[in-house]
């Protein structure tokens, strides 16, 4: 009868030698052991197995059939065993994982592609699960858990139980309907908008970009004229593409190239016009792969 299974690492890596040298004096060697120790524990394996592994002379050891089989299989466990610990290993420094990432609209056009590739590059065992919602939905996502990190723009009106890093800054511009009068300057002026109908930004799917926006235009000296809603920039930008109106959008949305759409920058210095991107966590995230992508992030950012 075999004796009660006990198949350490230790036994599996002295029999995978042995099945190798077919000679226990050359296993011993590289397993930094002496041969009668190896020869007991090779005797007690094939107790414990209830089989024949070895036929022994006293010039070399010969594998049986079921020998064989064993040695291929024993080396597919220590490979398995070996990149489990490594995996875990990964997991542990952030070098492999799934997190679920949320993203605004906004930043699918430029800023998202970039942090993909970054990832994907330095990165590689990272799997990343994407989800676009709102600001105000990301931030009260990534609070319970349901997202790991989430990329918004700034300003960012609740940042309770969160922490916030600025990845980014960029301004707004202008996105006029291709043939008018103003697209045929290089760049405008905000206050030159004054007498246009607006595409506005929904001030709940879009509260900070809708804030800044009209912030702008009452330090340009007149209030947005209110044509359209919407709470996206692609539809926002479908309002301009039709021809309706005009709408101030993140610089970064004219790699979009919507058709029928001609974004203009602004030469006003006013703050209300600046953006940040930033990247939220949970207060006190200790997800190891958070911190990598994070801290690869921000050394892109400063330009390291």
Partial sequence: MA??????????????????????????????MSQPPLSQAIQRLERRLGVTL?????????????GEAFAQD????????????ERARRIDHGTEGELHLGFVSGLAYASLPRVLRAIREQLP????????????????????GRLDLAFVRGPLADADALDVHTLAAERLAVALPEGHPLADHASLRLADLGNEDFALPSPTALAGLAEQVTSACRAAGFAPRDAARADSLPGLLSHVAAGNCVCLVPEQVRDSALPKVAFRTLKDTSGNLALSVLAVTRA???????????????MRSSGG
């Fill in 3 to 32: 004796e009660s299974m006990d198949l350490t690492q230790r036994v599996l890596e002295q029999f995978v030698v042995l099945a190798e040298e077919r000679h226990f004096g050359r296993a011993a060697e590289r397993l930094s």
């Fill in 54 to 66: 070895l036929e022994r002379s006293t010039r070399a050891v010969r594998l049986t059939p079921a």
């Fill in 74 to 85: 024993a080396r597919h466990l220590l490979q398995a065993q070996h990149a489990a610990v």
């Fill in 125 to 144: 065992g990272i799997r990343l699960h994407l989800h676009q919602h709102t600001s105000v939905e990301l931030a009260a996502m990534v609070r319970s």
């Fill in 284 to 298: 006190g995230q200790d997800d190891p792969a958070v911190h990598r992508i994070l801290a690869l992030l921000e």
